[in-house]
């Protein structure tokens, strides 16, 4: 009975499957369509990513410049004398008023710039392997504009081949929820800044009426000030957008804007087609786009409470177009391109202080 037992120590190994064995060695990223492998390399967008990608393999190299969604994050501003004049490093004024800055970064194609033995790479060099960008976002590392911590100032703006709109929001002073204290402007609040009683909230005798002392005490000053600054940001932003439209032909969408979110400009495809046609025309002051003589609508409240809780002291928007606009242009301008030009919490802010009294402005081409 016991010689019938099976012998347990025996074990019975499976003849080797080869073509187990042959579906190992396949690389099944291989059998992916390019149409997907391209939906994934649009979600990346980061362009220093898809440098990366680029050198994965020949395929790899062969579908990163058909990308149509490119996110290019800069990652320092230098001037342009920084190449040949010492003095210049000293100098790191972040004021629009200062030396033009150069869009640079460093780690994807052959580099232009030297500086410190580091070299760097401007958009456009490291853009032009790219054939097919539909949708462009560059954003630098800080805004242009130097400003006291906890003073509010934001702009939005469209460009064709000149300045379409644009759109400013500030306020003194940001004193957040729970807050006693209002934070910035180097002033006990905003309000103070602006030379208007602080204890307005946004009911009782509040008619939306500037005082007097608004503009005998600096606060007119401060918006001309902060007016003036954001445009000419914009439109240095948007002079040297320049070689980067007239090199990519499929743009659809580009947005330039910055990490701090201090301003945002913007263009759509019949604002790039605009570019490409139509030649900007340049001040003879500076590199950047001629602003034109502007018509300009101003609202204010010494003390706007948005719902969530925060409040803004001195709080001043800005809205502003070409005086000579064409019809078409200002048809589209006087839809909701004010109220909407924010996110939020900023949006809430524009749509409360549109409905306040208005104040028109006009100023001189610069």
């Known amino acids: 009975m016991s010689s019938m037992r099976p012998d347990l120590t025996c074990r019975v190994y499976p ?12 690389d099944h990223f291989d059998r992916l369509p390019d149409s997907l492998l391209l939906l994934v ?37 230098i001037s342009d004398d920084d190449s040949s004049s010492a003095a210049s490093s000293s100098d790191k004024s972040r004021g629009p008023f200062s030396n033009l800055f150069r869009f640079v970064f460093g780690g994807i194609d052959d580099g232009e710039i030297d500086q ?15 054939n097919e960008i539909r949708f462009l976002r560059i954003e630098l590392p800080s805004g242009e504009l130097g400003i006291d ?4 100032l934001k702009w939005r703006a469209d460009f064709g081949s000149t300045l379409d709109n644009c759109v400013i929001l500030g306020a003194s002073s940001v004193i957040s929820p729970g807050s006693s204290k209002a934070s910035g402007g180097g002033q006990d609040n905003g309000a103070a800044a602006d030379g208007v009683c602080s204890n307005n909230s946004n009911g009782g005798d509040d008619n ?35 070689p980067i439209i007239s090199e990519h032909k499929t743009l659809d969408n580009l947005v330039l ?33 001629l602003v034109p003589a502007l018509s300009m609508r101003l609202w204010y409240a010494p003390h706007l409470e948005l719902p969530d809780g925060v ?5 001043t928007l800005v809205a ?33 202080l549109v409905k306040r009294r208005t104040y028109c402005l006009e100023m001189n081409s610069f």
């Open 149 to 152: 911590d906890g003073v509010l």
């Open 257 to 289: 804007t910055d990490a701090d979110g201090q301003g945002v400009l913007c263009m759509n495809r019949d604002q790039l087609e605009e570019l490409r046609v139509k030649p900007l025309s340049a001040s003879s002051a500076s590199k950047r786009t």
């Open 320 to 352: 502003i177009r070409p005086s000579e606009q064409s019809a078409a242009k200002k048809e589209v301008s006087d839809g909701s391109w004010v109220s909407t030009a924010f996110e939020e919490p900023f949006g809430t802010a524009a749509k409360m």
């Open 311 to 315: 409040v803004l002291k001195g709080a």
């Open 116 to 130: 410190a033995g580091v070299t760097h790479h401007s958009p456009t060099q490291v853009l032009k392997n790219f």
């Open 208 to 242: 939306g009426s500037i005082p007097d002392s608004f503009y005998t005490n600096g606060g007119l000053k401060l918006r001309v000030v902060w007016t003036i600054s954001s445009l000419i940001a914009a439109s240095a932003r948007h002079y040297l957008l320049q």
């Open 41 to 77: 390399f649009n979600k990346i967008g980061d362009v220093k990513a898809l440098g990366r990608c680029n050198v994965v393999s020949r395929r790899f190299h062969t579908l990163v410049p058909q990308v149509e969604n490119v996110v290019v994050r800069v990652d320092c501003v």
């Open 15 to 26: 003849e080797p499957d080869s073509m187990a064995m042959d579906m190992d060695l396949i």
